[in-house]
């Protein structure tokens, strides 16, 4: 399985952008999906996750409202709408896939054995 996340830039507080993620080498709908980012000298922390029909979705507390996860299955993509992004929010964001056949929260790194390479987002004030 290959991820492969595009879709950051340098906005301004405000601002939206939509990450994308494809994943290629297997079929999407066997892998749930998420999103998690780093910025410097933090740990990667989980942002937000989608079920493999994409009817679930769960998304941490400081971006609830702010960011919508969805995907499409007949693209094997996965996306995370950003709006109302603020300086908090840059980071490196990294696309995540894990089999449903795993168990686990899915919200710790260790939950996901596939990684796209990150995409940079920068969000000035």
């Known amino acids: 399985v290959q991820l492969q996340a595009s879709g950051g830039g340098l906005v301004q507080a405000g601002d939206s952008l939509r990450l994308s993620c494809t994943l290629s080498?297997?079929?999407?709908?066997?892998?749930?999906l998420a999103w998690f980012r780093q910025a410097p000298k933090t740990k990667r922390e989980f942002v937000a996750r989608i079920s493999e029909t994409g009817r679930n979705t769960f998304y941490i507390y400081s971006v609830e409202g702010r960011f919508t996860i969805s995907r499409d299955n007949a693209k094997n993509t996965v996306y995370l709408q950003m709006n109302n992004l603020q300086p908090e929010d840059s980071a490196i964001y990294y696309c995540?896939?894990?089999?449903?056949?795993?168990?686990?929260?899915?919200?710790?790194?260790?939950?996901?054995?596939?990684w796209g390479q990150g995409t940079l987002v920068t969000v000035s004030s």
């Open positions: 080498g297997h079929t999407s709908s066997e892998y749930h």
């Open positions: 995540a896939a894990q089999s449903t056949s795993a168990t686990g929260s899915l919200v710790l790194v260790t939950d996901f054995n596939y």
